[in-house]
């Protein structure tokens, strides 16, 4: 009984009203049977008159009736507890169907509420419940609840905004940081060795800030709208140009690259910019996480349901809960200091983010021979799926 009670609200507002029908039917039956115990059973006398009978037939008379009586009121008693413990029986049953079916009509406003909460998340808070019909607690709940997205959807919002303007705000400085320099290595007298040393350095740690500008900005752009230049884009060809450009880079590491996986079937539906940086990210973050004479294999395909792209590399073998961290913003693994380490921490972060924002996802595994295995997953082409707002 107690691991019934633990189950669903259905489940125990079955056994509620189940248990009420049942005592009721009871009770009826209870009812039933103390007026008919109350009730006497009469049988006329077929025989001759009284007076022509003598005191002894008489007496014998009586005794006979009293037995049939008897049998009579048994025989009665017997029916009325059969036809009981049958009505009782279909009164259990029939009480467990109604339980579930009043359960049901009661939890069905809140199962609508249920669907709906899950299918909003922070890409669609846009959404409401809007749950019709009068103003009692379930509809005073699913109100609350749109007050609730509301509010969420506002701090979304102002969280975006605040980051693609301040990223767009920081730029400036960063323009006027590089002018200065420009300007003072084009003196026309000799600059000291040490100012020259002095401005690499500094030009390389702003070329570092404006990509990470840069990175804050996509990832704003992604998760803030619908996509604006929507396209049929063929992944294949996108994840060969990512990889042409970055040939340099491949070379100075000594990198093997296994392409032949990489196939122009692969088409999906949306943005040619933003799945173009997708594909850099994923190329630039096998490229800077690998060691110098590494492996890095590519492939992209489609199976007809989905578009694939994958990215493996070789490396030691690497913790699966750390790696599912890596997906979010200045995670890296083995350490937590946002300012060390390569990169700007933010690569795989807005891949996740392009991704969900074309309808897909991404995936993160360790492989069981080491290193890392990435895997995008997008609607094709043919499915026209709209991303989430």
Known sequence: MRKLWDGTVRLRFTALYGVLFL????????????????????????????ERLTPGAAQELIARLQSQLSEVQALHSRQLLIGSAVALAVMAVVS???????????????????????RISADNLHERLAVPGPADEVKDLADTIDDLLERLEGSFDAQRRFVANASHELR?????????????????????AQTVALSERLRTELDRVDRLLEGFLVLART?????????????????SAALAARAADITAKNLTVHDSDIHDSAWTWGSRT?????????????????????????????????????????????????????????ERLGTDRTGSGDGSGLGLSIVAAIATAH????????RPDGGLR????????????????
């Open 23 to 50: 005592l009721s039917g009871v009770g009826l039956l209870a009812i039933t049977n103390l007026v008919s115990l109350g009730t006497r059973v009469t049988s006329p006398v077929g025989t001759a008159p009284v």
């Open 96 to 118: 467990i169907v109604l339980g579930r079916i009043a359960a049901g009509r009661v939890l069905r406003p809140l199962r609508t509420i249920t669907a709906a909460t899950r």
């Open 172 to 192: 400036t400085p960063l323009a006027t940081m590089r002018a200065s320099l420009d300007v003072a290595l084009a003196k026309p007298e000799p600059v000291p």
């Open 223 to 239: 998760q803030h709208g619908a996509l604006a230049d929507r396209a049929e884009v063929s992944l294949g060809r996108t994840v």
């Open 274 to 330: 933003l799945l173009s940086r997708l594909a850099e990210n994923m190329i630039d973050n096998a490229i800077t996480h690998n060691h110098d004479g590494g492996w890095i294999r590519l492939s992209a395909a489609s199976d007809g349901a989905t578009a694939l792209f994958v990215v493996e590399t070789g490396g030691p073998v690497l913790d699966q809960a750390e790696v599912a961290r890596l997906a979010q913003p200045f």
């Open 359 to 366: 309808g897909g996802g991404l995936e993160l595994r360790a």
């Open 374 to 389: 990435v895997t995008v997953s997008l609607p094709p082409a043919s499915a026209r799926a709209e991303a989430p707002a």
